[in-house]
């Protein structure tokens, strides 16, 4: 990621001087995207926070990611899905219904076929758990903004012409503007305090791209030396459009403080016809 780039090699050591601190950065595939931006009118956030403990054999529990979901609840109305609800039928039901949508899972990579590559909802031996990159074309559009907070969601194999055969490049396709993503396999613990950071920016009315900035940063500041490690922090990326939360906070103040100046004029030109008169 262009985030970890040097720009001061002289003082490096006492103080790390990462691209990230001075810029944000965004990636996409196609140029038509370069200068678009939207904003996201629907606060709430679908969360998912699968359970693998039954599978640990063939999957690594992750201690984390029901914490990460719940974290979200600090900022934006959520319904998070856990353990045996975290599945691939509540995915498909709720997903038009909400703007953002959170995932944090297991991802599968396959690069000798990359429409198999899946996302993995908590195991049942009763109901599909994996959801393969080859459904993922077939979504209908639905959330402005997605985050992929799986191992690798952003990784793929490279085809001449089509650029990486992700998550991401299926989810842009389907109709999804913006995705969150990592590039390679994040840590569990570390992801729930990033995220963390990154929704408490999204509360701030930042763009996507912006808020991951700010959440890196933010994280920088309050990791010890080795959770410093690039390893840790500059995996995730913004791809896509910036969004944006609309608030509705915002406009509400707006229209009440145009509403108190017109009855202020109203009342100034009144005293003014009265001592006129």
């Known amino acids: 990621p262009f985030e970890v780039l040097v720009t001061d090699n002289k003082n490096f050591t006492a103080k790390p001087s990462y691209l990230v601190f001075k810029n944000d950065i965004g990636y996409h595939y196609t140029s038509k995207?370069?200068?678009?931006?939207?904003?996201?009118?629907?606060?709430?956030?679908?969360?998912?926070?699968?359970?693998?403990?039954?599978?640990?054999?063939?999957?690594?529990?992750?201690?984390?990611?029901?914490?990460e979901v719940d974290n979200i609840r600090s900022y934006f109305p959520t319904k998070s899905l856990?353990?045996?609800?975290?599945?691939?039928?509540?995915?498909?039901?709720?997903?038009?219904?909400?703007?953002?949508?959170?995932l944090a899972?297991?991802?599968q990579i396959n690069n000798d076929n990359p429409a198999y590559s899946h996302l993995i909802f908590t195991p049942d031996q009763e109901d599909d758990f994996k959801l393969y990159t080859k459904d993922l074309y077939n979504l209908p559009p639905g959330p402005r903004h997605i985050v992929l907070s799986a191992c690798n969601s952003g990784s793929g194999s490279i085809k001449s012409g089509e650029g990486i055969m992700s998550f991401a490049r299926a989810l842009i396709i389907s109709g999804c503007p913006s995705?969150?993503?990592?590039?390679?396999t994040v840590n569990d613990k570390t992801s729930a305090e990033l995220m963390n950071y990154f929704?408490?920016?999204?509360?701030?009315?930042?763009?996507?791209?912006k808020v991951l900035q700010q959440a890196k940063i933010e994280y920088l500041k309050n990791a010890d030396p080795l959770k410093s490690h690039p390893y840790y922090w500059s995996g995730y990326i913004s791809m896509g459009e910036e969004q944006m939360i609309k608030d509705s906070k915002n406009g509400i103040s707006?229209?009440?403080?145009?509403?108190?100046?017109?009855?202020?004029?109203?009342?100034?030109?009144?005293?003014?016809?009265?001592?006129?008169?």
């Open 179 to 184: 995705l969150t993503l990592t590039l390679w």
């Open 33 to 67: 995207l370069l200068d678009s931006d939207s904003q996201i009118s629907n606060n709430k956030i679908l969360a998912f926070a699968p359970n693998y403990k039954d599978n640990s054999d063939t999957y690594i529990d992750l201690k984390y990611n029901k914490e």
């Open 82 to 102: 856990a353990d045996k609800k975290a599945n691939i039928s509540a995915f498909n039901k709720n997903y038009t219904k909400y703007d953002i949508i959170h």
């Open 199 to 209: 929704y408490a920016n999204l509360e701030k009315n930042l763009s996507t791209q």
């Open 105 to 107: 899972m297991h991802a």
């Open 254 to 277: 707006y229209v009440f403080y145009i509403l108190i100046f017109s009855v202020l004029i109203i009342v100034s030109i009144s005293i003014y016809k009265k001592r006129k008169a």
